[in-house]
C-alpha cells in the first residue's frame, strides 16, 4: 500500500526553525518527485515546494522562497522540509504528497495526513 | 489571494448536478492540459478526483467529470449524493518556479 507520512510538526516562535520529514512506503520512492503543499487554518490548500525524483531540482513558492529548503534521502524513503525564519502566517498543516512522476509535476496522486506547524510567541 | 478563481461556495439537491469553476491564465489553466481536482473533507488529507482536465484516477466515481474551455476548468458532480459535501480544489501546472497553483477552494453542499 502506497503511504507517505509526515511528522516533525509543532510551536515555533516567530523566527525560528524547524524541519519536516515525510517516510514514503509501498512505492519506488526515486521515481517520484514529491512536494510539499500547506493549508492555513480556515484557508486553501498553498503549494509550498518541490523536489525532482533524483533530488537534482528543486523549486519553491515565491512565499517561502530563501527560507525553506527542500531535500530528500532516497536510500531512506524520507523527504524533508527545512523551514527557518518562521513567520506567523507560515502557521499551517503541511502535507507531503507524492507527484504523478520524476520529474513531472501535473497532478498529487498521494498525501499524507499532515503534520501542523504553529508560528507563535 | 489564490492564483486560480473558485466561487467560493456550490449547493445542489441529491439526484441534481453541480458544476463548479475555475479560471486561472494562460500561463496555467489555459496553457496545459494539466489541470487537476481534489476532494477535501474537514480535518482530512486532499483526495485526487480528476487529473490531466478530464481524466478519473481508480475508484472515482464516473459521477464526477472535468472539462476545460480556454482559461477555465470545471468540476461537475452528476446524481449528487450526501456524500459529495466537501470542499474541492482546482489545481494546474504553471511551469517556471512557482511550478503548482491551487484556487481558494469551492464549499460543495448537498441540501
Known amino acids: 500500500e502506497v503511504q507517505v507520512l509526515e511528522s516533525g510538526g509543532g510551536l515555533v516562535q516567530p523566527g525560528g526553525s524547524l524541519r519536516l520529514s515525510c517516510a514514503a512506503s509501498?512505492?519506488?520512492?526515486?521515481?517520484?518527485?514529491m512536494g510539499w503543499v500547506r493549508q492555513a487554518p480556515g484557508k486553501g490548500l498553498e503549494w509550498v515546494s518541490g523536489?525532482?525524483?533524483?533530488?537534482?531540482?528543486?523549486y519553491f513558492a515565491d512565499s517561502v522562497k530563501g527560507r525553506y529548503t527542500i531535500s530528500r534521502d532516497n536510500s531512506r524513503n524520507t523527504l524533508y522540509l527545512e523551514m527557518n525564519s518562521l513567520r506567523a502566517e507560515d502557521t499551517a498543516v503541511y502535507y507531503c504528497?507524492?507527484?504523478?512522476?520524476?520529474?513531472?509535476?501535473?497532478?498529487?496522486?498521494?498525501w499524507g495526513r499532515g503534520t501542523l506547524v504553529s508560528v507563535s510567541s | 489571494q489564490s492564483a486560480l478563481t473558485q466561487p467560493p461556495s456550490a449547493s445542489g439537491s441529491p439526484g441534481q448536478s453541480v458544476t463548479i469553476s475555475c479560471t486561472g491564465t494562460?500561463?496555467?489553466?489555459?496553457?496545459?492540459?494539466?489541470v487537476s481536482w481534489y476532494q477535501q473533507y474537514p480535518g482530512k488529507a486532499p483526495k485526487l478526483m480528476i487529473y490531466?482536465?478530464?481524466k478519473r484516477p481508480s475508484g472515482v466515481p464516473d459521477r464526477f467529470s472535468g472539462s476545460k474551455s480556454g482559461n477555465t476548468a470545471s468540476l461537475t458532480v452528476s446524481g449528487l449524493q450526501a456524500e459529495d459535501e466537501a470542499d474541492y480544489y482546482c489545481?494546474?501546472?504553471?511551469?517556471?518556479?512557482?511550478?503548482?497553483?491551487f484556487g481558494g477552494g469551492t464549499k460543495l453542499t448537498v441540501l
Open positions: 504528497a507524492r507527484s504523478n512522476g520524476a520529474s513531472s509535476w501535473r497532478y498529487f496522486d498521494q
Open positions: 509501498g512505492f519506488i520512492f526515486s521515481s517520484y518527485a
Open positions: 523536489i525532482r525524483g533524483s533530488g537534482d531540482g528543486t
Open positions: 494562460s500561463g496555467d489553466v489555459g496553457g496545459y492540459n494539466f
Open positions: 490531466e482536465v478530464s
Open positions: 489545481s494546474s501546472y504553471a511551469g517556471g518556479n512557482n511550478l503548482v497553483v
